[in-house]
């Protein structure tokens, strides 16, 4: 009967021994170790979403103390953390294996302060000049890096049948930090929280008072505390040590570019319908006080995530990345019916259902495309490198579905650019969001055909 060491082999904060799908090892004392990693992430990577996003609730907020920028120039702002952060993530997708999990989470949950502080301090001045503002909106998208490295992180720590589960938990509850921030900011922006040394109060058009600082402000002392949660707490794993050109073979693997199609599609549309949703609602629907409501589409999509990985694991992740495209393709059937009534009672709440519906559409699909890529990767490298013994072979699968997750996370992150330039780009040009709309449906449509060809039709390439 096979045992197990009754505690990893370590240095320091270094795990010379790791051996997740050993279940025996797993048993002994993997499986605390992963957990620990798991919970000290999922907070790390909570406050990750919230900064990054934090630009969808106070775009909604300048106008009213006294920013003149019209709706074109604020979807801008609300974009361009989507933009920024997209193009951080292709590099975040390969620094875990080059400086380690514990390192690269701490700094990069550091970071976040630097846009947190400058959005405080900004927002104060009305006079403060629009690019200082671009600036802001860009050094958010360092939030968004952080999604890429984390995952492929947790990825390295879970043996293959609790990939699935793991990594919907530290996605879903991290994704959950937008929902929490849309939550969260319109509330503390009614009050002086950090008193005299928050800053004095912004005087509304109607006459209140605000404390917009406090959209930045509010997460300086958690992300503090975060961060020196990652350096005491975190582990590095030595087997996951690896440098840019091993991990670059994923770009030769054609199922590496297919799973970021399918991932733009899922979480491309999560984090793009969360930056632009806010705004959207209150432009076409402006008689309905919507700001208190929108956090909840982020949440339902976070929650489906976190709750939803299971399902994948026991279906398939590409039976159920198909019906989940076919859902969300009437959903943003039926936005756009309730668009073309928006001026019937009711209308708006019918829009938000539709909305409502589509959240959690795409995080079932976030946990079903990641579950699909180590299942993939291990099906490929098989066929595409048979000679390698079975230890080697674990380790080169490993390698190469935590830096497809990382880099397919970074590829999806452009939704939160496009999804709300087009909003804005289709109201400028148009006077409404439907051709943006429809041309999300194509791009939907698109992913069903893709996911039945590949992955679920009888004789798939690669079943999964």
Same mark, same amino acid.
Not at 44 to 64: D, G, I, K, N, T
Not at 442 to 450: G, P, Q, S
């Given at each position: 009967?096979?045992? !197990?060491?009754? %505690?990893?082999?370590?240095?320091?904060?270094?795990?010379?021994?790791?051996?997740?799908?050993?279940?025996?090892?797993?048993?002994?004392?993997?499986?605390?170790?992963?957990?620990?990693?798991?919970?000290?992430?999922?907070?790390?990577?909570?406050?990750?979403?919230?900064?990054?996003?934090?630009?969808? %609730?106070?775009?909604?907020?300048?106008?009213?103390?006294?920013?003149?920028?019209?709706?074109?120039?604020?979807?801008?702002?609300?974009?361009?953390?989507?933009?920024?952060?997209?193009?951080?993530?292709?590099?975040?997708?390969?620094?875990?294996?080059?400086?380690?999990?514990?390192?690269?989470?701490?700094?990069?949950?550091? @970071?976040?302060?630097?846009?947190?502080?400058?959005?405080?301090?900004? %927002?104060?001045?009305?006079?403060?000049?629009?690019?200082?503002?671009?600036?802001?909106?860009?050094?958010?998208?360092?939030?968004?890096?952080?999604?890429?490295?984390?995952?492929?992180?947790?990825?390295?720590?879970?043996?293959?049948?609790?990939?699935?589960?793991?990594?919907?938990?530290?996605?879903?509850?991290?994704?959950?930090?937008?929902?929490?921030?849309?939550?969260?900011?319109?509330?503390?922006?009614?009050?002086?929280?950090?008193?005299?040394?928050?800053?004095?109060?912004?005087?509304?058009?109607?006459?209140?008072?605000?404390?917009? +600082?406090?959209? #930045?402000?509010?997460?300086?002392?958690?992300?503090?505390?975060?961060?020196?949660?990652?350096?005491?707490?975190?582990?590095?794993?030595?087997?996951?040590?690896?440098?840019?050109?091993?991990?670059?073979?994923?770009?030769?693997? @054609?199922?590496?570019?297919?799973?970021?199609?399918?991932?733009?599609?899922?979480?491309?549309?999560?984090?793009?319908?969360?930056?632009?949703?806010?705004?959207?609602?209150?432009?076409?629907?402006?008689?309905?006080?919507?700001?208190?409501?929108?956090?909840?589409?982020?949440?339902?999509?976070?929650?489906?995530?976190?709750?939803?990985?299971?399902?994948?694991?026991?279906?398939?992740?590409?039976?159920? =990345?198909?019906?989940?495209?076919?859902?969300?393709?009437?959903?943003?059937?039926?936005?756009?019916?309730?668009? @073309? *009534?928006?001026?019937?009672?009711?209308?708006?709440?019918?829009?938000?259902?539709?909305?409502? *519906?589509?959240?959690?559409?795409?995080?079932? #699909?976030?946990?079903?495309?990641?579950?699909?890529?180590?299942?993939?990767?291990?099906? +490929?490298?098989?066929?595409?490198?048979?000679?390698?013994?079975?230890? =080697?072979?674990?380790?080169?699968?490993?390698?190469?579905?935590? !830096?497809?997750?990382?880099?397919?996370?970074?590829?999806?992150?452009?939704?939160?650019?496009?999804?709300?330039?087009?909003?804005?780009?289709?109201?400028?040009?148009?006077?409404?969001?439907? *051709?943006?709309?429809?041309?999300?449906? %194509?791009?939907?449509?698109?992913?069903?055909?893709?996911?039945?060809?590949?992955?679920?039709?009888?004789?798939?390439?690669?079943?999964?």
């Amino acid at each position: 009967m096979a045992t !197990a060491e009754p %505690v990893s082999v370590r240095r320091g904060h270094t795990l010379t021994d790791w051996r997740p799908d050993d279940p025996a090892f797993w048993d002994a004392t993997g499986r605390k170790i992963a957990s620990k990693n798991l919970w000290i992430s999922i907070p790390c990577l909570l406050l990750a979403f919230s900064v990054w996003l934090v630009w969808s %609730v106070v775009v909604a907020e300048l106008p009213s103390i006294g920013f003149t920028y019209n709706t074109d120039q604020l979807f801008w702002l609300a974009a361009l953390p989507g933009l920024s952060g997209a193009t951080l993530r292709i590099f975040y997708s390969f620094m875990v294996p080059v400086f380690g999990g514990r390192l690269w989470t701490t700094l990069t949950t550091a @970071s976040l302060i630097i846009p947190a502080v400058g959005i405080g301090y900004a %927002v104060q001045n009305p006079d403060t000049p629009y690019s200082v503002f671009l600036v802001l909106a860009l050094l958010c998208g360092l939030g968004g890096g952080n999604f890429a490295s984390s995952m492929a992180n947790i990825n390295f720590f879970y043996p293959k049948s609790a990939k699935g589960h793991a990594l919907a938990l530290n996605a879903g509850l991290g994704n959950a930090g937008v929902s929490v921030m849309q939550f969260v900011v319109p509330l503390v922006v009614t009050a002086s929280v950090f008193g005299v040394i928050g800053g004095e109060p912004q005087v509304t058009t109607e006459g209140g008072r605000m404390w917009l +600082q406090n959209a #930045g402000f509010i997460w300086v002392p958690f992300l503090i505390i975060t961060a020196l949660l990652a350096w005491f707490g975190m582990d590095n794993i030595a087997s996951a040590k690896a440098s840019f050109r091993d991990q670059s073979i994923i770009f030769k693997r @054609s199922h590496n570019w297919i799973m970021c199609v399918l991932y733009t599609g899922t979480f491309g549309s999560f984090i793009g319908y969360s930056a632009g949703f806010p705004l959207l609602a209150l432009t076409e629907f402006p008689e309905v006080h919507s700001l208190q409501f929108v956090f909840l589409g982020p949440l339902i999509g976070a929650l489906s995530r976190a709750a939803t990985g299971w399902v994948s694991d026991k279906f398939g992740g590409g039976r159920v =990345t198909f019906w989940t495209f076919i859902v969300m393709i009437l959903a943003v059937g039926g936005v756009l019916f309730f668009l @073309s *009534i928006k001026d019937t009672p009711g209308a708006f709440w019918g829009f938000f259902a539709m909305f409502m *519906i589509l959240f959690f559409a795409t995080g079932v #699909g976030n946990a079903s495309t990641f579950q699909m890529i180590p299942s993939i990767m291990r099906q +490929q490298v098989k066929r595409l490198m048979p000679g390698l013994d079975d230890t =080697t072979f674990v380790r080169q699968a490993e390698l190469e579905s935590g !830096a497809i997750i990382a880099f397919t996370s970074a590829i999806a992150a452009y939704g939160a650019f496009f999804i709300p330039k087009a909003y804005g780009s289709s109201i400028a040009y148009t006077g409404g969001p439907e *051709i943006a709309l429809w041309g999300f449906m %194509v791009f939907y449509a698109l992913c069903v055909v893709v996911t039945w060809f590949f992955y679920t039709r009888r004789n798939a390439p690669v079943p999964c």
